[in-house]
């Protein structure tokens, strides 16, 4: 267990702790811990913080329900700075914004960092306002089988580029396979949360499969 004696809070008694979406990596607001809120935030497992303008200890979700589950919190090189890596249940700005960092002060000419969340938000994007041209509206507005019938034919494409032993070319299938794997997930309502928790069960599984090798 980790002695929260050994962070260095500030003459008012607190230490700031940015708050970070564990799925996308976003950061999503930074706020203060004093040494009861980061004792309830390891307790609960769900963030709590001291408001400096309220004075008063501050349970994220509390009122809105946008509770933060705690994944991990990590001190800095010199313990006096916490990183915490959350899963949320809502927006984590009063405005309703899902991060407090909206207000743009500079942004780079070069295009924006690509992302699997970014890309499924897109296709997604291609479903719900379909646009005319569009290879992945016309997808949808032709159903399911027409996407399986694609899944199909790219797996196909992948197991020929990976017999040539062609790198270059198995990256470049895979990358298609992917897309229409993505685009079957959100024709059939599957998130990529929903594929991450089950890979994630099976992890456990097998790490209690090597552990109780070990112990025998």
Known sequence: MFDIEKLKFDDKGLIPAIVVDDKTGDVLTLAYMNKESLKISLDKKLTCFWSRSRQELWLKGETSGNYQHIVSITADCDMDALTVRVKKDGPACHTGEDSCFFNTVLESDEAPAFSVQGLVEMLEGRKTNPQEGSYTTYLFQTGIDKILKKVGEESTEVIIAGKANDKAETIYEISDLMYHVLVLMIEMGISVDDI????????????????EKMTK
């Open 196 to 211: 991450m928790t089950e890979l994630a069960s099976r992890h456990v599984i097998d790490h209690k499969v090597k552990q």
